[in-house]
């Protein structure tokens, strides 16, 4: 058959001595307090990576970040679930960059002017 595009050419993801996350690994799941209840999430190893690396960029906790991403989940009528929204973030930051998720309607200043 021509006109086929051949193998899919994937990129290198080998992380020397665990530098990176694997993209081909499952979901991870965490516990952590979000707004003082209990909670446990499952996101693939890249989304925590970038999750924590945004939470560091906002000087917050990584729990309080989550809590406000959740926040602004439920205001907005609470749909989906937190890890769909935290990946549709973690999306939108990296499709806007410079933005720091401010785009996503999410307030992640550790101390609001109000």
């Known amino acids: ?67 406000r991403i959740d926040a602004a989940r439920v205001d907005d009528g609470g749909g989906a679930n937190l890890a769909s929204v935290l990946r549709c973030w973690l999306l939108d930051r990296a499709q806007h960059p410079g933005t720091r998720g401010e785009a996503s309607n999410i307030d992640t200043d550790p101390h609001p002017q109000n």
């Open 1 to 67: 058959m021509t006109g086929g595009s051949g193998p899919v050419a994937l990129p290198d993801t080998a992380s020397p001595a665990g530098t990176g996350p694997d993209i081909f690994t499952g979901p991870v799941k965490r516990s952590m307090t979000i707004a003082g209840h209990p909670s446990s999430l499952s996101l693939e190893p890249p989304f925590w990576a970038a999750l924590e690396a945004a939470a560091r960029e906002h000087k917050l906790p990584l729990n309080a970040l989550v809590a």
